[in-house]
């Protein structure tokens, strides 16, 4: 697995800032890890990459944030309050999920079985250091897309 250790707050944000640079209409992110890991804070850089005007605060009682100013949509989820997958059908789910802009879901482990067959899955844990980024691409779009962000060779590590 490809890990990367970010050992300040900033160091992360500006991982997701790299990360931006790399995304196209209809990526997707799925963030994992404890609370206070850096879900957040990653999509915040994410965010800043994509040149997103507005500030970007957790959506933990709305869901799902969408914003609209940057270089591509970026719809920004948190399922964390989801007492079952099922519950973001009443969300139009599908509109994000398949839609043209970048989506980012915090705590995706929770709606496991809704993700897309590809996607770019990303674990935070906290770690002496600071934090610990692990990266699991789903579809070999996602597989060079960390290769390019990290510079390690994916094959590697299959
Ligand atoms: N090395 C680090 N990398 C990222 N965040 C860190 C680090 N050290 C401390 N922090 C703090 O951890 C918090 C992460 O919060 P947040 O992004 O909201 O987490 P989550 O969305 O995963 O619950 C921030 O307050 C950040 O300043
Ligand atoms: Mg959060």
Excluded at 5 to 18: A, D, H, M, N
Excluded at 33 to 51: F, P, R, S
Excluded at 95 to 118: K, R
Aim: charged share 25%.
């Amino acid at each position: 697995m490809i890990k990367i250790i970010t050992k300040t707050p900033q160091e992360l944000e500006y991982l997701g800032k790299r990360l931006a640079q790399f995304l196209q209409p209809g990526d997707f992110l799925a963030l994992d890890g404890d609370l206070g890991a850096g879900k957040t804070l990653l999509t915040q850089g994410i965010a800043q990459g994509l040149e997103v005007k507005e500030d970007i605060n957790s959506p933990t009682f709305t869901i799902i944030h969408e914003y609209q100013s940057g270089r591509l949509p970026l719809y920004h989820m948190d399922v964390y309050r989801l007492k079952q997958p099922e519950e973001l059908y009443d969300l139009g789910y599908e509109e994000y999920f398949y839609g043209q802009g970048v989506t980012v879901v915090e705590w995706a482990q929770i709606v496991a079985s809704l993700l897309p067959d590809e996607y770019l899955g990303m674990e935070i844990a906290v770690v002496p250091e600071g934090r610990e980024l692990r990266f699991a691409p789903f579809g070999s779009r996602y597989e060079h897309m960390i290769e390019e962000l990290t510079g390690c060779d994916y094959s590697k590590y299959r």
